[in-house]
RNA sequence: GGGGUCGUAGUUCAGCCCGGUUAGAACGCCGGCCUGUCACGUCGGAAGUCGUGGGUUCAAAUCCCAUCGGCCCCGCCA
C-alpha cells in the first residue's frame, strides 16, 4: 500500500541553476534543474516542457536520440507536476529562438528526467496573466502565489523591509519585538481577544500598535526603536484595510518633529532607491492640516492635480439665492472650485456628482457654467452680477469654465467639495501614476467633539503632546489646542502618522482627564504608563508607517491583499483554510467560556 | 449596521430585459496522430446542483421573495 504511493522524499540530484537564469554564456554546460511544467508541448517524437521556477521559465527539449527513457517520461508529465531534469544548455538554430523569453536563445536538451510529484489540473492557469476572480484565487491561494505576479509583489515586499532594516541599523536604531499577547486599551478600535487559560475570565489582546511599548522602550533608554510590527484591528475592512497589517514602527529620544520627519524621508527615499530604482525629491512639501482642509477638503490632499478650493462666502453675503442665504445667516461657509474649461463635464455627469455630494453629505453642490455671453445651469438664475464678479475674482474664473460649490457647515461643506475635487481628479485622469507627491501634514488639533460619546476624544491618540504654545488653551478652548504631530501623505493616500508624545505623567493625566477618563480610572488603565513617565521618562516621539500601504504603492496595485502573502475576504475569513473556525466544546471549556 | 455589484462546465464568459429547443463559446481536461514547437497544430471526446431555499407559472438560468458568498463603498478604523 505504502509503496504504490511512491513518496520519495529527497530529489535525485541537486540543482545547479535556476530556469528564469540560463544564457547564450550557459551554452555546453551540463545543468540539473527542477521546477513546475508551465506547458508541454508534444510532437510525438519530440516532447517540448517549458519548465517554470521563481526565475523564469526555459525551455527543455526531450528528443528520444537523447534519452528515450527521458522522452518516454515526458509524454506523460502534465501541467505544474514538479520535475527535475538534467540535460546539457544549448544554443537555439536562428530560426527557432524566442524572442518573447529572457532565456529564449538557449534551450536543456534532456538526458534524464524525474517527476517528484504529480499535479491535479489547476484551477487556473499559473503561467499567463488572466483575470480570474478573488473568491478562486483566495481558495487556492498558493497557486496563486505561484504566478509571477504575486511572486513579484512579494519579492518587492521584502526588498522594502530589508531596505528598512538596513537604513534604521545604519542610522543607530535597535530593532526590539514587543509582544503579541498585550493587555486591551479602551480607546481606539475594536481589540482582538485572547483568554487567558491559566486566569479565567481575563483576556490578552492583540496589540493595535506598540505604541506604549516603544514609548516605555524609551524610558528604558533605547533611544532609538524601530520594528517591523504586526498589529491587529478588529473592524470592517476595505481594499486597503485589513485585520492584521503590519507598521515599520519607530520611536525616537528628544527628537524634534523636524528630525523625525527628515528620518523619515530618507527612508522613504531609501525604499524607493533598492526597490524601483527612483530617486524621490526631499524635503516634502508641507502643509498644515488647516491648509490642507481649506485648499483640498482633506487631511490627506492628492497633490497631483489642482482644482484647490477657496472659500467664497463673502461672495454671498447679500444674496438673493434663498438656500446659500439661509446657511450663510446661519454661519455656514461657501466653498467653490473652477473646473478649467479644457475639462468639460457633461449635464449627466454633473447630475451624478450632484446626487453623490448630497448622498453621501446631505449638501446640495451647484455648477454653473461660464458661456461666452452668460452663466448657464440651473442656479445661474440665483446669481446676481455682484456674486458672478465675486467668484471670478476669487477663482479667476475665465470663459467656458465650470465653477462648482457647496454651502453648509464649514467642515461638511470642504469634505464634500474636496470628494468632487478627487472624483473629478479621477474623471479628467490627473492622478498620473509616474508623479509621487510625498507631503507632511502638521499640526493636527489635538482634540475633536464626539457627537457620538458627547465628549472630547483625541483626533490621533492620547499619548500626542500638545504645541506648547497652545497649553495655555488646554482648559478654556481645547479643541483649538495644536498637536506636535504629522502625517506622511503620498498621492492623497495616508503612509503614516506620528507625533511627540506626552512624557509628564500630571499631564498626561491631565489630558485623560480631558477625555473624560478620570484620574482613578486612568492609573487603573494605564497606570504602568504613567509610573513608567514617573522614573525620569525623556521627551520621546515618533511615528508608524504602514507597511502594507507604501507595498501597495510600489507595487502599483489597487488592493492590499496583493501584497500580502495570506489575506483576508472582506468578511475577514481566510478562504483558504476556513479561518476563523469552529471549536471544540473541550477547548471552550478549558478557557472557562461559553458562547452566547 | 447600510448602499451598490457579481454568482451559469475546472476557468473566463454569453444566454436573463422580452419565461418555452438537448443551456452555448473559448481556454483547460481526456484519447488518437504529429521531430522544431513555444497560446504548437490536427481529429475525436467528456464535462453543468445555472450559489442555496422558497414562491409565481402549464413551464423558471430567465420573473418575485429570502438567504449565502466574492468585490466596491458609507458607517467604523484613537
Known amino acids: 500500500m505504502t509503496e504504490q504511493i511512491g513518496f520519495q522524499p529527497l530529489p535525485p540530484w541537486q540543482r545547479t541553476d535556476y530556469c528564469g537564469t540560463l544564457r547564450p554564456s550557459d551554452a555546453g554546460r551540463r545543468v540539473a534543474l527542477w521546477g513546475w511544467v508551465n506547458a508541454r508541448r508534444d510532437h510525438g517524437g519530440l516532447v517540448f516542457i517549458d519548465l517554470r521556477d521563481r526565475e523564469g521559465v526555459v525551455q527543455i527539449v526531450f528528443n528520444p536520440e537523447r534519452s528515450a527513457k527521458a522522452h518516454e517520461l515526458a509524454r506523460s508529465v502534465r501541467t505544474e507536476y514538479f520535475i527535475a531534469v538534467k540535460g546539457e544548455v544549448v544554443l537555439r538554430a536562428p530560426n527557432t529562438v524566442n524572442p518573447a523569453l529572457p532565456t529564449g536563445e538557449v534551450e536543456v536538451m534532456a538526458e534524464a528526467l524525474e517527476v517528484l510529484n504529480t499535479s491535479l489540473p489547476p484551477p487556473f492557469p499559473i503561467g499567463e496573466e488572466q483575470q480570474i476572480t478573488e473568491e478562486v484565487r483566495l481558495r487556492y491561494r498558493y497557486l496563486d502565489l505561484r504566478r509571477p505576479r504575486l511572486q513579484r509583489n512579494l519579492r518587492l515586499r521584502h526588498a522594502i523591509a530589508r531596505a528598512t532594516r538596513a537604513y534604521f541599523d545604519e542610522l543607530g536604531f535597535v530593532e526590539v519585538e514587543t509582544p503579541i499577547l498585550w493587555r486591551p486599551t479602551p480607546e481606539g478600535a475594536r481589540d482582538y481577544l485572547v483568554p487567558s ?64 520627519m527628515a528620518v523619515i524621508e530618507g527612508l522613504l527615499a531609501r525604499i524607493y532607491r533598492d526597490t524601483l530604482g527612483i530617486s524621490i525629491k526631499q524635503p516634502f512639501e508641507r502643509l498644515t492640516y488647516d491648509e490642507a482642509m481649506e485648499r483640498f477638503g482633506t487631511d490627506k490632499p492628492d497633490m497631483r492635480f489642482g482644482l484647490e478650493l477657496r472659500n467664497i462666502t463673502s461672495a454671498f453675503a447679500g444674496t438673493e439665492f434663498n438656500v446659500i442665504k439661509r446657511i ?94 478627487l472624483s473629478l481628479g479621477h474623471k479628467f485622469s490627473l492622478c498620473s501614476n509616474d508623479s509621487l507627491c510625498f507631503l507632511w501634514v502638521v499640526d493636527f488639533p489635538l482634540f475633536e467633539y464626539s457627537e457620538e460619546e458627547k465628549r472630547l476624544v483625541s483626533v490621533n491618540h492620547p499619548f500626542t503632546a500638545p504645541k506648547p504654545e497652545d497649553l495655555p488653551l488646554l482648559e478654556s478652548d481645547p479643541l483649538a489646542v495644536r498637536a506636535l504631530s504629522y502625517d506622511v501623505v503620498l498621492n492623497g493616500e495616508e503612509l503614516g502618522g506620528g507625533s511627540i508624545r506626552i512624557h509628564n505623567s500630571e499631564l ?14 486612568a492609573l487603573k488603565k494605564f497606570g504602568f504608563l504613567i509610573e513608567a513617565l514617573s522614573y525620569g521618562a525623556p521627551p520621546h516621539g515618533g511615528i508608524a508607517l504602514g507597511l502594507d500601504r507604501i507595498a501597495m504603492l510600489i507595487c502599483g496595485t489597487e488592493s492590499l491583499r496583493d501584497v500580502i502573502a495570506f489575506p483576508k475576504t472582506q468578511k475577514a475569513v481566510d478562504l483558504m483554510s476556513g479561518a476563523p473556525a469552529e471549536v471544540d466544546p473541550s477547548q471552550l471549556k478549558e478557557l472557562a467560556l461559553k458562547l452566547v
Open 328 to 421: 450663510v445667516s446661519e454661519g455656514g461657509q461657501v466653498y467653490g472650485l473652477r473646473l478649467p474649461a479644457q475639462y468639460q463635464l457633461v449635464r449627466r455627469e454633473l447630475d451624478e456628482l450632484v446626487t453623490q455630494t448630497q448622498s453621501r453629505f446631505g449638501l446640495g453642490l451647484s455648477w454653473a457654467k461660464l458661456a461666452e455671453r452668460d452663466w448657464q445651469g440651473p442656479v445661474a438664475k440665483h446669481l446676481g452680477a455682484y456674486e458672478r464678479a465675486k467668484c471670478v475674482e476669487a477663482l479667476d474664473l475665465e470663459a467656458g469654465d465650470t465653477l462648482l460649490f457647496v454651502a453648509g457647515p464649514q467642515s461638511v461643506a470642504r469634505s464634500a467639495l474636496g470628494e468632487v475635487r
Open 508 to 521: 498626561q493625566l491631565k489630558i485623560f482627564e480631558l477625555l473624560g477618563l478620570p484620574r482613578e480610572e
Open 197 to 260: 487559560r491559566v486566569n479565567p475570565g481575563r483576556f490578552y489582546a492583540l496589540p493595535q500598535s506598540p505604541q506604549l511599548l516603544k514609548q516605555i522602550l524609551m524610558v528604558a533608554g533605547f533611544d532609538r526603536y524601530y520594528q517591523i510590527a504586526k498589529c491587529f484591528r478588529d473592524e470592517d475592512l476595505r481594499a486597503n484595510r485589513q485585520p492584521e497589517f503590519t507598521q515599520i514602527d519607530v520611536e525616537m529620544t528628544c527628537p524634534t518633529p523636524e528630525q523625525i
